[in-house]
């Protein structure tokens, strides 16, 4: 193609249709030479060097711009609740605070961290926030370290909490409670026949705090086999059965075990009947005829004493003397243990102890005696149809009581 480069008309016709660029017809208009190949490789590489520079420059001036919008809009955003109120938007008005724990139970002596207490804000568009920078006020409290008295009570504790110069507040309270060291049982034990119940509400708990004082308690837990509730069924076994007695307060819990005996129902009879001895003996009120004849309806009719020989007129004699002659303090009969040696048959182990005191004006004989019968007599009871009676075995004679 063949231009008349002289003819600037024709050149710019030439930029204006695309054929040659802007950087071309300044070639041509100074030159009055048309650009070579090279000149055109030269002026494109220029070109994207120029467009890549004006890209870089538009990039640092949007990302600043973007950065400066982003935090303009994070302080317009920000709330107010959880850190001193500074940042809350105009819309919200602080209204309360709110504790969790609002209350606490603290060993006399010991500290407490109030900074533990979650301090909960409250706005009138019913949203909430947690805040720190609270403060704490009421006696023993230093910061945030409340110190607790020695002596047991209910202490309030006032938490504040400032917010665009509006001030909320609200009540912990502390109360200070004695830490218990033991508990024990009244009775700590109790027999039960085989298959029987016993009710334990009838056991008095009593807990011992560190200052000595006490208190009986009547929310205490019982566990152990046979336990339902406050009712304890006993096995048809004999045997001994511990059951446990636990008490707690605050978070420190205290244990005492109660032992039942479980025996056979002629076990219960036998200890009643002696019981019922012992009682008719130390009546020294009642008349030695009255005491002899009640005390001899627990003998079977054909007692034999110590030595196999039957002496039943013989046994009431003797008593009957005794009774005259002294004071009964004491005639105990203590059952240790029992041996079935036949269905009707029971050899009952027992501690015997006798304390007596010469009456007034009654010659010969002892003035006095303290007995603690050895070794502990072997006492036969055997059933007669109705009743357990003493078949052999007590001693009452003077050398067999090793007066």
């Given at each position: ?9 024709t ?33 494109s ?57 609002a ?34 006020s ?14 047991p ?118 200890r ?77 182990t ?26 502990d ?10 009743s ?16």
């Amino acid at each position: 193609m063949f231009f008349h480069l002289a003819n600037f008309e024709t050149v710019a016709t030439l930029v204006d249709v695309g054929i040659f660029t802007k950087r071309e017809t300044s070639i041509v208009m100074k030159n009055k030479t048309r650009p070579t190949e090279c000149d055109r490789v030269r002026f494109s590489e220029e070109k994207n060097a120029q467009e890549k520079d004006i890209k870089v420059k538009r990039t640092k001036i949007i990302i600043p711009v973007v950065i400066v919008l982003s935090l303009v809009m994070a302080i317009l955003g920000c709330g107010g609740g959880g850190g001193g109120g500074t940042g809350s938007t105009i819309s919200k008005t602080f209204s309360s605070i709110s504790l969790n724990p609002a209350s606490a139970i603290i060993i006399p002596g010991d500290t407490y961290e109030l900074a533990s207490v979650t301090v909960t804000a409250t706005y009138d568009d019913a949203s909430t926030a947690i805040v720190k920078n609270v403060s704490w006020s009421g006696t023993s409290v230093s910061g945030t370290i409340f110190t607790c008295p020695t002596i047991p009570g209910s202490h309030s504790l006032t938490c504040s909490y400032t917010e665009n110069g509006v001030t909320k507040s609200a009540v912990f309270v502390a109360t200070v409670q004695k830490k218990p060291l033991g508990v024990s049982l009244n009775p700590a034990s109790a027999t039960v026949v085989t298959g029987g119940t016993y009710n334990l509400a009838s056991v008095a708990v009593t807990v011992t705090y560190e200052d000595l004082s006490t208190a009986i308690v009547t929310n205490a837990s019982w566990s152990g086999t046979g336990i339902s509730g406050l009712t304890f069924a006993a096995p048809t076994i004999t045997g001994s059965v511990p059951l446990t007695c636990s008490y707690t307060e605050i978070g420190v819990t205290k244990t005492a075990v109660f032992t039942v005996n479980v025996v056979r129902p002629e076990e219960i009879l036998i200890r009643g009947n002696f019981a019922s001895m012992s009682s008719i003996l130390e009546n020294n009120a009642a008349t030695s005829v009255a005491r002899t004849n009640a005390f001899m309806n627990s003998i079977d009719a054909g007692f034999l004493d110590v030595s196999g020989t039957p002496n039943y007129q013989d046994l009431s004699s003797a008593m009957q003397s005794r009774c005259d002659r002294y004071t009964i303090n004491a005639y105990r009969f203590t059952a240790k243990s029992f041996a079935f040696t036949a269905t009707d048959t029971i050899q009952v182990t027992t501690k015997m102890y006798i304390n007596i005191v010469r009456k007034p004006g009654i010659q010969g004989g002892m003035s006095a005696a303290e007995i603690f019968v050895t070794p502990d007599p072997k006492i036969i009871w055997k059933f007669n149809g109705t009743s357990w009676l003493i078949k052999s075995g007590l001693p009452y004679k003077s050398s067999e009581l090793s007066i």
